[in-house]
């Protein structure tokens, strides 16, 4: 079990430019969700899927910032635009639901800089 | 929303010395869990621990929910325990995990 693997590791981008960010959950897992780390605003809820549905996005900035989940096994995060204050480690997680249990595993996530 | 306060923001301690980190949170939560993580690595799951008390080797976890607190004792600090210890919540109903702004922890040999 490799656990949440998140692609890139790093990744720069220039002002205005695209990001995709990748996750692959934990084989079996059926929620996958989206955090982002800052030393200023900690660690903050983006969104996330069960099932692959999109269940609650309310974290996520609204103009350039969208998720998806095509298949059982990779998420994406696009943020388009890309502004400085974009900068941050983009963490992904799964779990699976059993009985109430829903423990969240995390990936070793994606550092953006936007220069 | 929800709202998680961890105490002490920072901690230092001698090798060999308990440390005991201490979460509260507004409303009651369905789902507890203690994140480990070192400086520059990933968040490690320390427990899931919605009520009650858990142990794994010298952590203690000891949730109390109707009093909406819960603590994690380490046992024998050791210098590899260094790092950030975050404690995180969620509400019934919803998945989505708030987190505290974690206790650094720093053990001196």
């Known amino acids: 079990n490799a656990g949440v693997i998140q692609t890139p590791r790093h990744k720069v981008t220039g002002k205005g430019q695209e990001a995709t960010l990748w996750c692959e959950p934990i084989s079996g897992h059926s929620a996958v969700f989206w955090y982002r780390q800052t030393i200023v605003q900690g660690l903050e809820f983006l969104t996330y899927f069960r099932n692959q549905a999109p269940i609650d996005d309310s974290g996520m900035p609204k103009e350039r910032f969208s998720a998806q989940m095509p298949n059982q096994s990779h998420s994406t995060l696009k943020i388009q635009s890309t502004q400085p204050q974009d900068s941050a480690v983009y963490l992904c997680?799964?779990?699976?639901?059993?009985?109430?249990?829903?423990?969240?595993?995390f990936g070793p996530g994606t550092r953006l800089t936007v220069l | 929303g929800q709202q998680v306060q961890q105490s002490p923001a920072s901690l230092v301690l001698q090798e060999g010395e308990n440390a005991e980190l201490q979460c509260n949170f507004s409303?009651?939560?369905?789902?507890l869990q203690w994140f480990y993580q070192h400086p520059g690595g990933r968040l490690v799951s320390l427990f899931y621990?919605?009520?009650g008390t858990k142990h794994t080797g010298r952590l203690t976890s000891t949730t109390v929910t109707n009093e909406r607190r819960s603590s994690l004792h380490i046992s024998s600090s050791q210098t590899t325990d260094s790092g950030t210890y975050f404690c995180a919540i969620a509400n019934y109903g919803n998945e989505k995990i708030t987190f505290g702004a974690g206790t650094k922890l720093t053990i001196k040999p």
């Open positions: 409303s009651t939560a369905t789902r």
């Open positions: 621990n919605p009520s």
């Open positions: 997680a799964s779990s699976f639901r059993d009985r109430g249990h829903a423990e969240q595993f």
